[in-house]
């Protein structure tokens, strides 16, 4: 199907009359916006006019007013007469027309002379006007509601309406007082509200807009009609953050603000501040005023351009329809077209791409058409064999000729075959055939087929038999039990070694579930361990009891195993399981026999105990009388010669038993193990030092070499010295006469402090380096000539042991044996506590 264009000509008349429409409405609105901006400008431009030229009104006015009462005081302080003084004030309030007002009034608040009549004579409060200023300075009063001074006056009090009022503008001085004192006066003057307000009517000219004098508390001085508040009150308006009133108090002396002011509702205002004086011009007109006259503009123009726009809609819609119709009408000509082309193309593509054949015959079974499958699975021209018999391609299957010799025009049904036969190549060739008659006019009859390559289907499925005859025959034969169980858990298959230890035949358990002829605890047990490896994949293996149907209680080792499906999953399981029943008995009776041996061992341990130590008694005694015996019987050598050898006797047997003691302490840690950080090197020297006599007996040599670097250990000095002694006494027993014995001592490759004693003695047989450090053990070399108890070497390794060491025998090159020894090395600051 060919792609339709993008920008068709529907598309196109749409899109024309929308972005005409939409141009003509933004240029509609940009023109509005722009008229909204410049209303808004023009009318803060005239408000911030008429706010400059009140507060020059105001500011004059006061000025000129504070330039009077400095004239006034001037004349009344160079004492002129009361008549004088009174025309004065006459012509000045007749000269400023915005006062209501001027009189001059004692410190009592006596009126002494005023402009009006009416006030003459009057007495108020004297800070009813406000304070005082210094002498000879001027200040100005708040909004005083009276008419005059006279409404002042405590006598004849008057009722004044709300908005009636003055504004005070005060000055002191002195008046002379007939000598040279002097007392305090003053001249004030009464500004009338309504004369500021008619001027800012007047300059404001338009009765949606309001103006008013106020001072920075927010009180109003003076204030037009549309103010909607009368001179004297103070509105909350006013007052808020952000107001004009605050923004003056900052410091701001002019400029402009959106929100309420003198009015509630949102108004755009100019505030200007009066040059010297405590007070504020506010000028200000509704927003609702600026919004009024801006949406008469909107219907002035934003209608007429809405009409045109609409216009522009309609018209460019109306044309696109008419397009899109005939478009349509032409993308369904071109679609019909390109499914014909596009089904062409897909039939030769199919035909192309099928592996299988696909072929069509005339009535004869001669091919007039075949795919190019045919050329892939034969390598031959698919021209070559239009016109041959259908058989002959399939290895002449006599099956293939039948067919079309068989079937007439009338009763020929569709048919499925198998060819079978041998390539040239010597290779087993199957096709499954599939053949459909297709009548023609005049009765006439085609063949239409396909043929499918399943060679390698019959050999898949041939060796898969053979492999599972081979797992057959290796599940057969095997020797263990084995048993198969799909992804429910149930048998499908078991070999004879399996039937012959369970005692059930393989025909009553397949299909059901495995272990079902097990007690109800051991197959929970066995189907919940399926259940996880079937979950998760892999092997297990575990040993179990198995009870037979005799009662008898069997051990058995289970290996199981699963197998995946055509996915990778999990499917099945194979068991395989081995009586170990033997096994486990034997290790039973050998656990038996260890712990018998044990209590043996133990118990000869506590026999050698008691003994020796019911012996030490007698030979202590023994040992006393034969001392005692040797001293008195000097005189006879013979006599004494036998009392030394019966001391000699009684210190071995005193050996052999305290040997005894102390290996019997050691294997039951009968005496508590003392460790503590120490240099082995003094303890080797001073047991060397105590083994001198010996030495000198069989004037043997021992050379020692401990080196300089410390050899720090953790262990228990008294034992650790009792080894070292054992050791070297060893070697002098073993050494010849006039032989030498090497001590040696260092760090090994690994860091371990070890100790080297060897002799030039008969050496040691080399099956018995290690039985030597058994209990009672003595070398075959050595036994009948050196005597001995052969503990010594058995307390040694005790104690090596205990110590976390290793010590072991070899033999010199040249003669004599090497006892070695290494032991854990220990940095200054370790210490731990144990048992020996």
């Not at 004692?106 to 007495?123: F, I, K, M, N, T």
């Not at 009022?165 to 004192?181: K, N, Q, S, W």
Request: proline share 5%; hydrophobic share 45%; with cysteine.
């Amino acid at each position: 199907m060919p792609q339709r264009s993008r920008w068709r000509p529907s598309i196109i008349t749409a899109g024309a009359g929308a972005l005409l429409a939409a141009t003509l409405m933004a240029g509609a609105a940009y023109s509005l916006w722009r008229e909204r901006r410049e209303l808004t400008a023009e009318a803060a431009d005239r408000q911030a006019l008429q706010a400059r030229v009140l507060e020059d009104h105001a500011s004059r006015s006061l000025d000129a007013t504070q330039i009077a009462l400095v004239g006034l005081a001037d004349v009344a302080q160079h004492g002129a007469p009361p008549e004088v003084l009174q025309a004065l004030l006459g012509q000045t309030q007749a000269s400023l027309g915005f006062l209501r007002g001027i009189a001059l009034l004692d410190e009592a608040g006596h009126v002494l002379a005023a402009a009006d009549p009416a006030d003459r004579g009057a007495q108020i409060v004297p800070t009813a006007l406000g304070t005082w200023p210094a002498a000879g300075h001027d200040a100005i009063g708040g909004f005083v509601a009276a008419r005059s001074l006279a409404g002042l006056d405590d006598t004849t009090p008057a009722i004044v309406p709300p908005g009636v009022g003055f504004i005070p503008l005060l000055h002191t001085l002195r008046l002379p007082d007939g000598g040279a004192e002097s007392r305090p006066a003053l001249l004030v003057a009464l500004l009338n509200p309504d004369a500021l307000a008619n001027f800012q009517q007047l300059t404001l000219n338009d009765p949606q807009a309001a103006a008013a004098l106020v001072d920075l508390d927010g009180r109003l001085l003076a204030a037009t009609n549309g103010a909607e508040h009368l001179a004297g009150d103070r509105p909350a308006t006013l007052l808020v953050a952000g107001g004009p009133l605050a923004r003056v108090r900052t410091g701001s002396e002019h400029g402009r603000w959106d929100g309420p002011g003198l009015r509630a509702a949102e108004q755009l205002g100019a505030y200007r501040a009066l040059r010297a004086r405590p007070f504020v011009v506010l000028v200000e007109l509704p927003q609702a005023v600026l919004r009024d006259h801006w949406l008469a503009t909107v219907r002035d123009l934003g209608l007429p351009a809405i009409g045109i726009a609409a216009a522009l809609m309609v018209l460019s819609g109306v044309g696109a329809a008419a397009l899109r119709e005939r478009e349509r009408s032409q993308a369904q000509l071109d679609l019909a077209q390109s499914q014909v082309a596009e089904r062409e193309r897909e039939l030769s593509a199919i035909f192309g791409s099928v592996q299988d054949l696909l072929f069509r015959t005339d009535g004869a079974g001669r091919v007039t058409f075949i795919n190019e499958g045919y050329a892939r699975l034969s390598g031959q021209a698919v021209t070559r064999v239009l016109g041959q018999p259908l058989h002959e391609l399939f290895g002449g299957s006599a099956g293939v000729a039948a067919v079309f010799d068989a079937c007439a025009a009338d009763d020929a049904l569709p048919q499925q075959l198998r060819a079978d036969w041998i390539g040239a190549d010597g290779q087993a060739r199957s096709f499954e055939i599939h053949l459909v008659p297709l009548r023609r006019r005049q009765g006439a009859l085609e063949w239409v087929g396909s043929a499918a390559d399943v060679s390698g289907l019959m050999r898949a499925q041939a060796e898969l038999r053979a492999q599972l005859g081979l797992a057959r025959s290796l599940l057969a034969s095997s020797p263990l039990p084995m048993s198969v169980l799909d992804g429910d858990n149930r048998y499908l298959d078991v070999n004879r070694a399996w039937e012959q230890f369970t005692g059930r035949r393989r025909g009553e358990v397949l299909g059901r579930r495995a272990a079902s002829y097990l007690r109800p605890e051991e197959a929970a047990l066995h189907d919940a361990r399926d259940e996880a490896l079937l979950a998760r994949g892999g092997d297990m293996s575990y040993e179990t009891v198995w009870h037979g149907s005799d009662g008898r209680r069997r051990d058995l080792f289970v290996s199981k195993s699963t197998f995946p499906d055509a996915a990778g999953r999990p499917m099945g399981i194979v068991v395989c399981f081995m009586d170990i029943s033997d096994f486990r008995e034997a290790e039973r009776a050998t656990r038996a026999a260890r712990d018998a041996a044990l209590q043996a061992s133990n118990t000869k341990s506590e026999f050698i105990a008691n003994v020796s130590h019911e012996l030490r008694t007698p030979l202590q005694s023994i040992l006393g009388f034969s001392e005692i015996g040797a001293r008195r019987a000097r005189t006879d050598p013979r006599l004494a010669e036998l009392f030394v050898d019966v001391h000699r006797a009684g210190q071995r047997m005193l050996s052999l038993v305290n040997d005894l003691l102390d290996l019997s302490k050691i294997e039951h840690g009968a005496e508590p193990f003392e460790p503590e950080r120490l240099d082995l090197r003094p303890l080797a020297a001073e047991v060397a030092h105590e083994l001198t006599p010996l030495l000198a007996a069989r004037r043997l040599e021992l050379a020692i070499e401990l080196g300089d670097e410390d050899l720090v250990v953790l262990a228990d000095a008294q034992r650790l010295q009792q080894l070292l002694r054992n050791l070297l006494a060893n070697a002098i027993r073993f050494s010849p006469e006039g032989g030498r014995i090497d001590l040696s001592a260092g760090h090994d490759d690994e860091g371990r402090v070890r100790v080297d004693v060897a002799d030039r003695g008969p050496g040691i047989p080399p099956d018995e380096l290690e039985s030597i450090f058994e209990a009672f053990v003595q070398s075959s070399a050595t036994k009948n000539a050196a005597g001995g108890t052969g503990l010594g070497l058995a307390i040694c390794r005790r104690i090596a042991q205990a110590h976390d060491g290793h010590i072991w025998a070899e033999n010199r090159a040249g003669g004599g044996a090497v006892i070695s020894l290494t032991l854990p090395a220990r940095r200054f600051g370790d210490t731990t506590a144990g048992a020996l």
